[in-house]
């Protein structure tokens, strides 16, 4: 069973497109995680959300941390087909020194120009 | 250097052989993990060490051992190799929370 749902598991975008990628649970989690992952290379963290309702902004990427601490979206806003990667969420259950994450699935993102 | 690195970058084995996945940290971090990753089934945890003389079995550890030589040295054997074995494996470690994992470029094992 999987403790993260990742939806959707592909899109498949035109440049300047914005999109949406969620991340949901039954479960409450310390923090929550997203990764980006290319071909051949391990996961890179992005952003560490903690705190229920909390909005992080990376550059185009919005992330945000739902108020009950169960769920997730990654938002992009006018897509490049630099940010064609596999995008990945991680939850931790607590503690200041990070033990297991448990991964949802990923979406496959692919922005053409 | 890389932060993790995991040798080898590509291997091809054949049914029944054992092989061992390396890895080494210069995070200076206790806890080291082993994932494998599948189309379509994401990362799964095989195994995860806390420090040198804790070793915990994660989802999918049936197949597999490991060896927690030093605090920066975690390597993952299978001890008799098959097909379904074959995938991309990442070893990865952690310190503070916010600062995520730390992820080696994987090692693609192809058993044959």
């Known amino acids: 069973t999987q403790l993260l749902e990742q939806s959707p598991q592909f899109l498949s975008i035109q440049e300047g497109e914005n999109l949406t990628v969620y991340c949901n649970s039954s479960?409450?989690?310390?923090?929550l995680q997203w990764y980006r992952q290319e071909p051949g290379e391990g996961p890179v963290l992005l952003v560490t959300v903690v705190t229920g309702g909390e909005v992080k902004k990376l550059k185009r990427l919005t992330f945000q941390f739902g108020d009950a601490r169960k769920d997730s979206s990654l938002h992009i806003t006018a897509a490049q087909p630099g940010d064609t990667g596999l995008y990945l969420c991680?939850?931790?259950?607590?503690?200041?020194?990070?033990?297991?994450?448990?991964f949802g699935r990923g979406t496959q993102l692919t922005v053409w120009p | 250097d890389a932060d993790v690195t995991q040798t080898p970058r590509n291997r091809i084995t054949k049914t029944g052989k054992r092989i061992m996945l390396e890895c080494s940290q210069t995070k200076g971090h206790d806890r080291m993990y082993w994932y494998r990753q599948d189309p379509g089934l994401g990362l799964r945890l095989i195994y995860y060490?806390?420090?040198?003389?804790?070793?915990n079995k994660g989802e999918i550890s049936d197949g597999y051992s490991v060896s927690r030589q030093a605090q920066a040295k975690f390597s993952l054997s299978l001890e008799s190799a098959i097909p379904n074995q074959t995938a991309l494996y990442f070893c990865?470690?952690?310190?503070?929370?916010?600062?995520?994992?730390?992820f080696g470029s994987g090692t693609r094992l192809t058993v044959v």
């Open positions: 990865a470690t952690s310190g503070v929370e916010r600062h995520g994992y730390t």
């Open positions: 060490s806390f420090d040198v003389k804790d070793i």
């Open positions: 991680a939850g931790a259950r607590g503690g200041s020194t990070l033990g297991r994450l448990y």
């Open positions: 479960s409450v989690f310390s923090s």
